[in-house]
């Protein structure tokens, strides 16, 4: 069946541009994560969805980030004002809520703002 | 400290070695564990899940040590392929922690 999917795969901007990350989960899985990766680095946790609600939103790094997830599918990551060092793969993980939570990842997609 | 810690690495293994490295954990309320493998430029797999009893899927044993906090990956018989990195990723009530990873290169 399908796997997560990202779109752009790829996104080049200039700074102070705003820029919007999609991600499509596994249908059924109603939890669903963002994590960001810089060059050589671990993933950082930014946000989780239990359905369309965002229980924990502490891990996103400023206000400049938000994301929004609607009919428990879809979910859109936004970053205002881009800065460089939001430079990095953004990736987005879907899974069931069980009790393994197995997460599946999508393909990221890499920013960067020149 | 860090919820969850691991040797970066590199571990450089020559093939058909046995390399093992562990993941230690800090919060005692932390209910599931994994491994996961991420190839360079790629999103990170699960490779295994870690139950209490300890685990194999081929040349792969995973173990989990509740009352020392941590968990170990074994891999036997090492191929060129296994070369990646290996991260640990602990799971309690609403929250998921992954560390930064382990890598791993396999010589030939």
């Known amino acids: 069946g399908a796997g997560v999917s990202q779109s752009p795969s790829n996104k080049v901007t200039e700074k102070g541009k705003d820029v919007e990350l999609r991600c499509d989960p596994i249908?059924?899985?109603?939890?669903l994560y963002w994590y960001r990766q810089r060059l050589g680095q671990g993933l950082e946790f930014l946000i989780y969805f239990q359905g369309n609600s965002a229980p924990d939103k502490s891990g996103l790094p400023s206000d400049r980030f938000s994301a929004e997830r609607t009919g428990e599918s879809v979910s859109t990551l936004t970053i205002q004002r881009t800065q460089q060092e939001d430079s990095a793969v953004y990736l987005c993980?879907?899974?069931?809520?069980?009790?393994?939570?197995?997460?599946?990842f999508g393909p990221g997609t890499r920013l960067l703002v020149l | 400290r860090k919820e969850v810690e691991q040797d970066p690495g590199p571990f450089n293994v020559p093939e058909g070695a046995t390399v093992a490295f562990n993941c230690t954990y800090s919060?005692?309320?932390?209910?599931?564990f994994f491994w996961y493998r991420q190839d360079c430029r790629k999103e990170p797999k699960l490779l295994m899940s870690?139950?209490?009893s300890g685990n194999e899927d081929g040349r792969f044993t995973a173990q989990l040590n509740r009352a020392s906090q941590y968990i170990s990956l074994l891999i036997r018989d090492s191929k060129l392929s296994d070369s990646a990195t290996y991260l640990c990723?602990?799971?309690?009530?609403?929250?998921?922690?992954f560390g930064k990873g382990t890598r791993l290169h396999i010589l030939p």
């Open positions: 870690v139950y209490s």
């Open positions: 919060n005692s309320a932390s209910q599931s």
């Open positions: 249908s059924g899985h109603t939890a």
């Open positions: 993980a879907s899974s069931l809520v069980d009790e393994k939570e197995t997460q599946y």
């Open positions: 990723v602990v799971k309690r009530v609403g929250e998921i922690i």
